[in-house]
């Protein structure tokens, strides 16, 4: 019934988009679309479902903690504007003292889907503490799914699988590491720089040194 309603729903969007905009959809580009807006419903399901049993991974915090000596914690989180159909995803980089090190905005034109957004931001978070030369890490979100995927090894069609078998690879190429799951007390300041990467000029910011504005009142 949900396919029906579905596909009922593209058949009108592609009507009106041709009516009104001469914009016309082959009817492969809409089977395509619809099939992957059910997944994405479903993926949003599971993740319910999971939150609702009240699910942890074994890392889950409810603040922020320091990492072990000469590891780096690794927080990202991700934001999207669907009206522009834009994601955003924030990265910050903190010591063994809590001292931040780097950060990272980043946004991308991409179908505004929060999980999909969580999947991708792994993905460039990692690549990040790769560029920046670190070798033991821990890479920390707020997504509970995600990170219950990155933490296991079972493999599954979807749309976010690929984001997250490429983000274990990359994990792998690090000395040691780990993945762990925190609440957005925890992770707001990852938080911030998702939804400021929203407005950003260009397409990456990076600071090495300077704090951005938008996070500069929850750094002391």
């Known amino acids: 019934m949900q396919e029906f309603v579905m596909v009922a729903r593209q058949l009108w969007l592609r009507r009106n988009s041709f009516i009104y905009k001469n914009i016309f959809l082959p009817p492969n580009c809409l089977l395509r679309e619809t099939s992957l807006k059910l997944q994405l419903l479903k993926e949003e399901k599971d993740k319910n479902q999971i939150q609702k ?20 914690k690794v ?3 991700g934001a999207v504007d669907k009206a522009k159909c834009l994601i955003g995803i924030g990265v910050v980089v903190r010591d063994e003292k809590g001292q931040i090190i780097a950060t990272m905005r980043h946004k991308k034109m991409q179908l505004p889907d929060p999980l999909l957004t969580e999947s991708y931001g792994a993905l ?5 503490a790769k560029d920046l030369g670190l070798t033991q ?3 920390e979100g ?3 799914l995600v990170t219950k995927a ?18 274990r690879t990359w994990l792998k190429t ?21 939804k400021g990467s929203l407005s950003i000029s260009d397409d990456f910011n990076v600071t090495m040194e300077d704090i951005p504005q938008c996070i500069s009142p929850l750094v002391q």
């Open 150 to 167: 990155l933490q296991e090894e079972n493999e599954a069609w979807s749309s976010t699988s690929m984001f997250i078998c490429e983000t």
């Open 142 to 144: 707020d997504s509970l």
């Open 137 to 139: 890490i821990e890479l």
């Open 124 to 128: 460039i978070a990692v690549r990040f």
């Open 75 to 77: 927080n990202w989180d």
């Open 53 to 72: 049993k009240g699910q942890q991974t074994q890392n889950s915090a409810e603040a922020w903690q320091s990492p072990p000596a000469n590891w780096f």
């Open 174 to 194: 690090f000395a040691m590491w780990r993945v762990s799951h925190v609440r957005r007390n925890g992770n707001n300041i990852a938080h911030l720089l998702a």
